[in-house]
């Protein structure tokens, strides 16, 4: 990656130093998308540099432009890759430790060693929702991909870590799409707002097929739906107010872009389609605790999360309140 550094920069960030992952997990995602990805750069539709956004400010999307000389370049904020390491270290450690794991054994006594392990899971998931506001630098004694402070940090850090880099060239992948698919000029050129949905929709399918284009078992598949749902389901913090991600706008609805990609993976198996299903379910309650609160008792997995994207549904309806920022 190039960086890009301002003089208000982030220093010494800690998932650099799962830079050469990322690109590696990137150029060699799978046969065709590495074949596709080694025609751009050759043919000159996409740059073989990727713009690293260093900026100390809160975390934005990526994004691919043109360059000078006319080249499609992707760039991404080193800020959004922080939030969605933590993102994914808080979420995999609460979700296993706090809910698989009792419903698996309900007489089970958390020690006092993973009760600290979920504190400071909880404590970048706090940490990495702030940042939609301003960006602060990773807090100091909280798990990051290079400093675990036991055991069970590492193991799930090593574990947020092939996830976190799936994550990030599943982000890549997208922004490709687009160079390839030749939405450049149309995003551009200010298209109406049906038109843009129409791109986004494909190049997130075009995303998914470079990702997940290989027939893989439900086993198989695991760190890749960790890592497409990790990615929809962190956008909603990038909105200071989490309800303008329910309105279609440059990018389809977000809730509508989980369902998608829920509905995609296809996963047959019972333990590992309610594993995900449950786990978007809890994400997005923890987005919109009010209006998501349990109402009743659901019969599984699939019918909390169905009852979770109605009411989102019927909140994207409601007018924001007087005075509120759409930011």
Partial sequence: M??????DAIVDSPVLTLEGNILWQFENLSEFGAQTLKMQVAQGTLSGEIALDMSASPPKGPGVTRKTAGIPEIH????????????????????????????????????AETEKLVDQAHGLLEWSASLREAYTPWPAGLPSPRHYSTKQEEWYGLKANLVFQKAISYLLCHERAHAALGHLDVIQNAAGAGLRLDMEKEADVAAYDDFLGQ????????????AVISVMLS?????????????????????????????????????????????????????????????????????????????????????????????
């Avoid at 190039?2 to 003089?7: E, I, Y």
């Avoid at 922080?82 to 958390?110: D, H, N, T």
């Avoid at 027939?215 to 960790?226: F, G, Q, T, V, Y």
């Avoid at 919109?288 to 909140?315: I, M, N």
Wanted: with cysteine; charged share 25%.
């Fill in 235 to 327: 956008t909603f913090y990038l909105y200071r107010d989490p309800r303008n991600a329910l309105l279609p706008g440059g990018h389809p609805a977000l809730h509508h872009r989980v369902a998608h990609m829920i509905g995609r993976l296809a996963l047959t198996d019972p333990r590992y389609n309610d594993y995900f299903s449950f786990l978007c379910r809890l994400v997005l309650q923890a987005v919109f605790p009010e209006d998501l609160e349990p109402k009743r008792q659901f019969y599984d997995s699939g019918d909390a999360l169905t009852d979770a994207f109605d009411r989102l549904d019927r909140l994207a309806l409601e007018p924001m309140p007087h005075g509120q920022s759409s930011g």
């Fill in 2 to 7: 190039a960086s890009n550094p301002s003089v």
């Fill in 76 to 111: 991404i904020a080193l800020s959004h890759l922080e939030m969605i390491w933590a993102f994914v270290y808080g979420w995999m450690v609460v979700y296993e430790e706090s809910v698989q794991k009792p419903q698996l054994c309900p007489k089970r006594v958390m020690n």
């Fill in 215 to 226: 027939s893989l078992d439900d086993r198989e598949k695991l760190p890749e739906a960790w």
